[in-house]
């Protein structure tokens, strides 16, 4: 089954302590992404990866790290969460042209920083 | 800036009425754009894209969506609503690399 799957999918944290959240998807796409989202903000996108070790920021990308060393995979790094890091994650992939081609969603990683 | 507004925070409507979730886009040029579904709990899931063919695309669960350059609009429609239609909806637009998401639409179909 084609899936993006992510870990955790709740985590509750102190402020300082670092944490990574797994992005992993099966259908050998080149782009993928990650987003955060807010109760009236939508989804605003962190960082992208058009291809193995090529990544770029997004909209909201301070505070958050990210790599690319396998095509599946994508982490989420967050070295020193604070509490205003609180929100919904998505991770998403895709094919490229991104113009083209519609994005598959993780489940959603929800993260509490205390 | 390449980006999507969408007019109504929520809308409420009667199992099958008509459902109409509204989104602007702006672009200075043609776009591709995308209606994304997110029930409870979930991800968003794909209902339709506009990729400069056909105008009128056509989604899953009866979904449609008209592209209109004139208007600067890419509107959801349905022409009856179900139970199961309640979720979050979310327009969306790439632009290069990125994308940009509106603020979403919360629909709430009353019994």
């Known amino acids: 089954e084609a899936q993006v799957t992510q870990n955790p999918r709740y985590l509750i944290t102190v402020t300082g302590k670092k944490l990574t959240v797994t992005c992993s998807q099966n259908?050998?796409?080149?782009?993928m992404s990650w987003y955060r989202q807010d109760p009236g903000l939508g989804l605003r996108q962190i960082y992208y990866s058009m291809n193995v070790e090529v990544t770029d920021k997004g909209d909201v990308p301070e505070g958050y790290k990210v790599s690319r060393k396998e095509k599946r995979n994508f982490p989420l790094i967050l070295e020193s969460p604070s509490p205003n890091q609180t929100s919904l994650y998505f991770c998403?992939?895709?094919?490229?042209?991104?113009?083209?081609?519609?994005?598959?969603f993780g489940p959603g990683t929800r993260l509490t920083v205390t | 800036a390449q980006s999507v507004t969408q007019l109504d925070s929520h809308v409420s409507v009667s199992e099958g009425t008509p459902v109409l979730l509204r989104c602007n886009y702006s672009s200075s040029y043609s776009p591709s754009l995308f209606w994304y579904v997110q029930h409870p709990n979930k991800g968003l899931q794909l209902l339709l894209k506009y990729t400069s063919a056909a105008t009128l695309v056509k989604g899953i669960n009866g979904f449609e969506a008209e592209f209109k350059k004139s208007e600067t609009s890419f509107h959801l429609t349905k022409p009856s609503a179900h139970m199961s239609d309640a979720a979050e909806y979310f327009c969306?637009?790439?632009?290069?690399?990125?994308?940009?998401f509106g603020t979403g639409t919360s629909l709430t179909v009353i019994p």
């Open positions: 969306d637009t790439p632009r290069r690399y990125q994308f940009y």
């Open positions: 998403a992939s895709s094919y490229v042209p991104v113009l083209a081609y519609e994005q598959y």
């Open positions: 259908m050998n796409h080149e782009y």
